[in-house]
């Protein structure tokens, strides 16, 4: 798999859910801060966004915006428009459908949470607001993908929410493809190193033979690059040096294999690389902070001491 497919595959999804609003007449509608990622299309009129701290910005039909971990926002056609709580509208209607004041304006979008750890390898890099305007290429196939999407809303049909839940990952990964495609090389970050020629290779060649016993040598000459210029241009995108993503991509994997009670820390100590049991377990606990086999018994302990009753 490619790395982003990878993520994802190790990403613990906690929820996804797809929803679909219509306003008309003047209207503002205040929604609470999102964590993880919200994406919509404007599928019809136009309205302004302002999240926190931020000047308004106009979205208009055919526009997508995804969100990431950002604080509470506003939706509105009129800036002057006295605020209403947004989320209460769903809350009373107890569907995911709403309809306020008319349809001149439609918006259709999802809304996804995750597990934390493996998502924060990404999540943490990418902006607050991400917008894809109509003139980005990938427009029209985000727009007939979210037609799709519209229709199962609209409609009770046999499958619906399955069908939701598959259109929202596949919108998901649409609207990422979208910003990478869009990444300066003046931006930082996973998604942006992805989308560098020389470091995406060299992050691909990593996750393709994640076994192999990568040198910064090895890795800097397969890209065509000094080392000092590979190991440099690689911790300015990713944060970090070569071979310490590698060992934290490593535990990535060894964390989400761990979650199988019947797996053998020999075998996974081997599999990933390492030649001892000793070198994997403290290259584990070095980055996760626990032992192999006690990780997911005192993160899961620790999650439950800070739910209130």
Known sequence: MDPLSELFSLIDMRSAASYRLEAGGQWSLRFPPQSHFKFCTILQGQCWI?????????????DTYLLCNSQEYVLANDLNC?????AMLYTKAQTNTVHYG?????????????????ADLFL??????IHITTQNPAANLLSETL?????????????????TRRLADILLIHTLRAYVSGIGNDRIGWLAALADVKIGAALKLMHNDVRRSWTLGHLA?????????????????????PLEYLTRWRMYLARDALRNDNVSIAMLASNLGYSSESAFRNA????????????WLVSKSEHSSHERP
């Open 284 to 295: 584990f606990k070095r980055v996760l902070g626990y032992p192999p086999r006690s990780y």
């Open 124 to 129: 943490g890099t990418l902006p607050q607001f």
């Open 50 to 62: 302002t999240l926190d701290g931020t000047s308004p910005q106009r979205l208009v039909t055919g």
């Open 82 to 86: 006295p605020i209403e709580d947004g």
């Open 147 to 163: 037609t799709v999407l519209n229709n199962e809303l609209m409609n009770e049909n046999l499958g619906r929410t399955l069908m």
């Open 102 to 118: 008319g349809n001149e304006t439609v918006l259709v979008g999802g809304e996804f949470t995750f597990e934390t750890g493996n």
């Open 221 to 241: 000459s397969a890209v065509a690059m000094s080392r000092s210029s590979f190991s440099s241009r690689f911790r300015d995108l990713v944060g970090i040096p």
